[in-house]
Each structure stands twice: as structure tokens, then as C-alpha cells.
């Protein structure tokens, strides 16, 4: 693929309001943005989804970067890359880190798009013109303003309002919201703060016509969650649990879940991606794409996937207006009553504005390929 140059670059981004999941709040996001550059100067993107803590992964945003510097861009220079699947075959002897992996992998992806003059979507075999959009809406500190977000969020057109929950925040909240919005699609999302003794807890969550309730039990557990399975019929979907191919097959295999959330940084990048959404599509398994308080590379990365068939389920690909004051590519990711349209401009489609990322710019690392 011709690449010459690997840009690393650090930025710092405040968030418009902190969001906050059962394991903690965020409010500003370090993120680490990569630029693979060709020998006819055209660039692909990618961006580190990783936290600034190992709270949702073990990753975090500096974690990734000594595994680009120090590990992954050393291996892509040992021999050229003609197909970007070649880099996650490159990858397969270095475990885990796929959040890591994913940056880089995304970044090659957008490349090749746009050396074909195609768009990611085409290049992945995505048809879809236009995708559904969901909302995940963070713990609040009362009920009364959950509502009123999700009144707004309902309002705008969002398609699946997913709602975050852990122990003392669960039962009553979901049962205002459906009380609140009889009729919408409504789900919950525990990010592994139950145990199998919060049984209880779980199944009056049942009663509440929920599509589903998202990773409830521990972040490494596909066991336990196959047994909380068994005792409720709310569908369970997996989140933290899933990393590859091989997690989804076993997942489904035992009955820990129903749905799958896609997340491309935590399975490490999109042909990985591409798998899963292959063997959920022959399934009959309903997917969709999660996401990690994107920037728009990321987002754009996740819409384009969303352009699978397979991707049955409304995602958390909201809005770029949702999280930032201003996002870092032209235009700005919209939504328009609850669709996204996939845009048509080769690879990821969106231009990565560069005055905007020298406002947020940290530190920038050059690499020779
Ligand atoms: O569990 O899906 C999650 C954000 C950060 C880490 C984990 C999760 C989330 C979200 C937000 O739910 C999704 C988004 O709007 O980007
Ligand atoms: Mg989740």
C-alpha cells in the first residue's frame, strides 16, 4: 500500500458534559489520533478508543500508544501490507491490546478506501445508504432529569434509547422511563456491575419490555451470564465480553446472550469486525455497533461498518454534537430523525480538519516506514 509515514498524535478534548457508567465519570477525553500516509500523500485514519483509566478494558489511552510506538508500527515495517486484512494476520502472535491494534488497523482500512476511490462502507460490503441511530444516556443524579434527556433524545428522533444502570440505580429508573415512553425501544446497559446474586434485581427488569439488557455480569464471564440467560427472557447482549470471532462463536454457542454489541477497537479492527458480523448475519444473530465516546474518526469508522447488512439494531453511533462542542471533521456527523446517511466520499468520508486538531494538538510523533 505504499505507506512513507505513520503520524501519532495526542489531543485533549473536554466533553460537553461528564457521562458516567457504573464504573466511573468521564469528561475529558485524552485520544490518540493516527495518520498513515502514502507515497501520493493521501492519508488514512484512525483513533485510540481506549480510557484515560483500565476501567471498561484493560487499555487505556497511553497503553496504546507504547503499543503502536513500540510494537505494532516496528511489526507493519518488517514487510509491506498490499490488503489492509494482512494487519490483523500480522498482529495474530501479539495478544491482546486490540484496542491498540484497532487504531492503526482502521487507519490502513480508511487508506485503502481511498486508494480505490471507494468509500469504507463499499470497501467493508457495507449496502446500507442509511443507518438507524440510538442514544446511551449516563447515569444521572435523579430520575427527573433522565427523563427530561430522554424526552429531548426522543424527540430529536432517536431510534433505541439505552439507558446506563448499576445496583441502586436500576429498577425504578428503567420503570420511569417505561412508565414515562410506554412505547419506545428501551434497553439498559449494567457495564459488569451485577453478580448472579443480583438475580433478583435483574428479573424485575424483565417486566419492563426491555430489547435488551447489556453485559449485566463480569467483564471476562460468558458462564455466569449463560445461567442469568436461562432465568430471564429479556435478551442479554454482550459488550466487555467479547473480543473475537472466536468469543462471539462461544458466547452463542452456550447461550450467554441473544444480541451482540460490536465495539471495532475492542475486537482490534475491522476485518476482526467483519468476522463477527459475517457469522451473526448467518446466524440470525442481531448486532450493532456500540460505541466509546468517539471523536469523528472513530464515529466515522463505526458508521461505515454499520453499513453491514447485519447490522439489524439501532447503534450508539450519535450524533458528533452529542459529546463535542465542535468535532474534528467536515462536516460534522448529523442526524436526521434518527438516521445516519453514509456518506459517499471515499474512505471514511469525512474530512479530518487540521486546524481543529492543532487546537487540541498535545504532542505529534513521526514514524518512517
Ligand atoms: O458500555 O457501551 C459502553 C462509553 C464508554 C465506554 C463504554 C460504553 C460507552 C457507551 C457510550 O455506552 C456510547 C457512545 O455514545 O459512544
Ligand atoms: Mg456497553
Known sequence: MNIKEIILRKLKMRMKHPFTTSFGTLLDRYIYLIE????????????????????????????????????????????????????????????????AKATIESAIWDLYAKQQNITLAEALGGERKQIEV??????????????????????????????????GKDVEV????????????????ANSAYTLNDVETL????????????????HDDIIDHAELQAQ??????????????????????????????????????????KKIHDFCLENNIPLWCGGMLEVGVGRAHNIAMTSL???????????????????????????????????????IGYEVNREKIAKYLLEEKRFNC
Not at 435523579?142 to 430529536?156: C, M, Q, S, W, Y
Request: aromatic residues 6%.
Open 203 to 218: 428479573a424485575k427488569l424483565d417486566n419492563l419490555n426491555l430489547m435488551m439488557i447489556e453485559q449485566p455480569l463480569a
Open 174 to 189: 428503567m420503570q420511569r422511563v417505561r412508565d414515562q415512553f410506554p412505547d419506545i425501544q428501551l434497553m439498559a446497559d
Open 134 to 167: 440510538g442514544i446511551s444516556l449516563g447515569i444521572q443524579d435523579n430520575i427527573d432529569e433522565l427523563l427530561a434527556l430522554v424526552n429531548g433524545f426522543v424527540t430529536e428522533g432517536y431510534k433505541r434509547i439505552k439507558i446506563k444502570i448499576k445496583p
Open 232 to 273: 430471564i427472557k429479556t435478551p442479554i447482549c454482550l459488550d466487555e465480553s467479547i473480543h473475537s470471532l472466536e468469543d462471539a462463536k462461544k458466547a452463542i454457542r452456550i447461550n450467554s446472550c441473544k444480541i451482540i454489541n460490536l465495539k471495532i477497537g475492542r475486537v482490534g479492527g475491522l476485518t476482526e469486525s
Open 309 to 347: 447488512t447485519g447490522f439489524t439494531l439501532p447503534g450508539d453511533t450519535a450524533a458528533s454534537s452529542r459529546y463535542w462542542e465542535e468535532d474534528i471533521i467536515d462536516p460534522e456527523v448529523t442526524v436526521n430523525n434518527g438516521y445516519i446517511n453514509i456518506p459517499d466520499r471515499p474512505g
Open 36 to 99: 498513515v500516509v502514502d507515497e501520493n500523500n493521501i492519508s488514512g485514519w484512525g483513533e485510540s478508543v481506549a480510557g484515560n483509566y483500565p476501567l471498561y478494558s484493560e487499555e487505556t489511552v497511553e497503553t496504546t500508544r507504547h503499543m503502536l510506538e513500540d510494537v505494532l508500527i516496528p511489526l507493519l515495517n518488517e514487510a509491506p501490507i498490499y490488503h489492509p486484512d494482512e494487519v490483523n494476520e500480522r498482529f495474530k502472535n501479539i495478544r491482546g491490546n486490540n484496542i
